[in-house]
Structure formats: C-alpha cells, structure tokens
C-alpha cells in the first residue's frame, strides 16, 4: 500500500474520537475522522427541545474529582451550573411511597451502601491504574451488585433504596451488574459513596457538553466526515483500509476504533479481534435503561425520588423552572419498559410517585435501540473486566480501540472517554514513529 488517505483514521466521532484526532493533529499527524451519525459527539448530545431549552439527551454530568474532563473545563474556561439540590425525597418500599428529607432517605441509604463499597480503596488502591487485573480483582469478578446486597440482610426499606440506587448507577439490572465496576468507581471517590453521588449528578457545563466537544474539535485540524459507517478494517504489513457502507474505502498507516462495547461486532475487522473481547461484544455490557426529560405542570418544588428497579422510572429530579412549570429528568433500568418519547406513558410511570402530577411534554433518545449505541453509558457485567483490559493494552494489527466503555478510570463518564483518547493517541503516534 503505497498512499494513504491519512496517517490515522478515527472510527466515531464521540469524546474519545474526536479527543484523539486533537492530541494527534497537533503532533503532526493527518487524521480523518468518520462517524456514522450527522454530528459528533456520541453518546452526548446537546439538542434544542421542545419542552423549551436545550437539554443534554445523553451524558450530562462532571465533576472536579474526574481530572481528564476537568483539566479541559478548565482550560477552555467553561461556565458551570449545577443540578439543585433536593429537599424533599421520595421513596418506594412495601408498594407504598415514603415522602422526608433528602438527609433522611440518605440516612437510609448509607448503611447498605458503605457495606457494598466497603474495602473499594483495598480492591483498587489505583483505580486509573487496574491493569493488570490483579489476582485479587478477579476472585471476586464473578459477583453481581445484587448479591452484594442480598447478603446484608437489609430490611425492606433499604433493600429498596440500595437495590435502586445500583440501578440508577448501571442503567440496568443490578443483578447483571458486576460488582468489580461498583468497587472500581467507589475507589475513585475515595471509598465515598455520597462524593460518589454528587460527582454522578450534580454539576453540569452551562453550555451544554456540545460546548466542550466544539472546543476540543476546535484544537483538530483532522478532517470529519459524517454519515459515514463502517463496515470493515482490513490491516497488514502494508497498511489498512477502512471501509465504508457504502463502498469506499479510506487507507491509513493506523486506525483508532472508538465505537461503543455492544455495537464493536458489527465492523468485521481482519485480524478479528481477541477472541475473549469479541464474547463480550456479543453477549453485552449492563446497560439497558433510558432517560428522559419532563416538562411538568405547575411547580414540583426540589425534589428527588428513588425506588427500585422494577419501577419503569426509578429515580428522578428536579432541574430547574419553565416559566411557570417545573423540569425533571428521569431514569429508568429498562429501556423496554417505557417509551419516553411517549408522553402519557411517562405521565403513567411518574404518577407512582406523584399522583396528580400532570405532564406536559417530554424528550427522550432510546440509547438501548440505537443501532449506532447498543447501550446507554457502559457498565460491565460479571467476568467482563479481564478480557476488555487487556484488548485494550495492544494493537490488533494496526487497530487500537478507545472509548469510555474501555477507560481505566472513570469509564461510563465523559472523563473515561477523554482519558482512553489521550493514551490511545500517545500509542498511535508511537506506532506512526516506528
């Protein structure tokens, strides 16, 4: 293969694509960006709306203790807001809604979740640094979050509350969800299951999480190219072309994958990918929930709500006023449960809650159903880590992969994503050198 298109082609143009095409382009590499969509970003996505301002559908939240996103808010100088905080909590237990204060349904909460977090520092003394996974973290990779929590011995009130409160954290069925990742994000928190909390949903960049996606793309000279899927990477000795769904084909001396964990097996790539990997891809990561965006009649006050995971909503909180109407956001496990583009069915699911509660528009994106997502945020399910770590440690021919579904640190964040673009390019370029 004698010419080449670029020195990189970037597959996905999310946080870690276009993060890479950054740290690449400005060391002297010539980059193309392809994604499939009609804009980058992924899984976020700042979007006017009709319920009256622009929401962010996907990833939202940051938050100082996440260094890789935070060192970029800082560097742009982007203005920060926050979610409010609640007042007036709400939880299901016994088929009835309890109604305190948010310190009290925290109360509840803390003594089940300090024990399922219990020893997260000893598990993950680093967690930005797991690999390899170490003897210790893989005796206990088999086990779910619901496990952990069924061998408490809570009463019903806090099995509730705890068993919701690791749906919300997986967008999906704790008893899918591998209690290694819970571990591993608690460790980042220092073992603090509340800083935790408060890093997941509480401060949001005022521009929109658009405005740091343009800003990084701004420091890019990489060319991006949109509605443009791939079906293909063929590597070797020579080179490798990427090939498009619709006949083209794009050469280049590397290539930087970042598509999310559940949609990795519908590029055929030459060499295949490990073969442990490639079990993952097909069996799944955790993630099957969705969320959605209320505009509710009237003034709900600063509330939050959080029940199990059987309920089609199980979490939600107040955003802020609409003239003379409140917003809330919402959070449900399973996706297929609820259609959130459908209002009455919302209007349904938030009257579990709030019986009067009177809904008058919604938003929403179907993540699970995107055929170019897979998944909401990534969260890995039992015996999942090993195989997904160590894929990421070497090129597959000339094929790195990279996204926030393989990060170390904070993977299913914003942060994860920018962290696995930077080392993933540090990598490439080594490679363009040798």
């Not at 893989?138 to 806090?158: F, M, N, P, V, Y």
């Not at 996706?335 to 809650?353: G, P, S, Y």
């Not at 999942?384 to 070497?394: G, I, K, W």
Request: glycine share 10%; aromatic share 6%; net charge negative.
């Amino acid at each position: 293969m004698s010419r080449f298109a670029a020195d990189v082609v970037v597959v996905g143009g999310g946080f870690a694509g276009i993060t890479a095409a950054r740290e690449l382009t400005q060391r002297g590499a010539s980059v193309i960006v392809v994604e499939a969509r009609d804009r980058l970003g992924g899984r976020t996505w700042t979007r006017p709306s009709a319920l009256g301002k622009s929401l962010e559908i996907g990833g939202t939240w940051v938050h100082w203790s996440q260094p890789h996103v935070w060192a970029e808010v800082e560097r742009f100088g982007l203005p920060l807001t926050s979610s409010p905080s609640p007042t007036t909590a709400l939880w299901r237990a016994g088929g009835q809604v309890r109604r305190g204060t948010a310190e009290e349904m925290f109360a509840l909460l803390d003594p089940g979740m300090s024990a399922v977090l219990a020893g997260s520092a000893e598990v993950f003394p680093n967690p930005f640094r797991i690999h390899p996974v170490t003897d210790a973290v893989k005796s206990i990779d088999h086990l779910t979050i619901a496990e952990k929590i069924e061998a408490l011995g809570l009463d019903e009130e806090q099995h509730a509350l705890v068993e919701g409160m690791w749906a919300l954290n997986f967008s999906g069925s704790p008893t899918v969800a591998a209690y290694t990742q819970g571990l591993r994000w608690c460790a980042l928190t220092g073992g603090n299951w509340r800083l935790l909390f408060e890093a997941c949903a509480t401060y949001k960049l005022a521009g929109g999480t658009k405005s740091l996606l343009d800003a990084i793309a701004a420091q890019s000279t990489a060319q991006v190219r949109l509605n443009s899927r791939v079906r293909g990477i063929i590597s070797d000795t020579e080179g490798a072309r990427v090939e498009l769904s619709t006949g083209e084909v794009l050469t280049a001396r590397q290539v930087v994958v970042t598509l999310p964990l559940n949609i990795l097996s519908s590029i055929e790539f030459a060499p295949a990918l490990p073969s442990a990997l490639a079990a993952v891809a097909r069996e799944g990561q955790a993630s099957t929930g969705c969320k959605v965006w209320v505009r509710v009649r009237g003034s709900v006050g600063a509330v939050a709500a959080l029940g199990p995971s059987s309920c089609p909503l199980n979490f939600f909180q107040y955003e802020g006023d609409l003239d003379d109407d409140s917003l809330i956001v919402a959070f449900g496990a399973d996706a297929r449960k609820i259609d959130v583009t459908d209002q009455r069915a919302v209007e349904t699911a938030l009257r579990q809650w709030i019986p009067d509660l009177e809904v008058v528009a919604v938003d929403g994106h179907d993540w699970v159903a995107d055929a170019l997502s897979g998944e909401t945020w990534p969260m890995l399910r039992p015996n999942q880590l090993e195989a997904v770590h160590n894929a990421t440690r070497s090129a597959r021919g000339r094929v790195r992969l990279a996204g926030s579904d393989y990060a170390e640190g904070w993977a299913g964040f914003i942060d994860g994503a920018i962290e696995s673009g930077k080392k993933v390019a540090v990598e490439t370029l080594a490679a363009l050198h040798h």
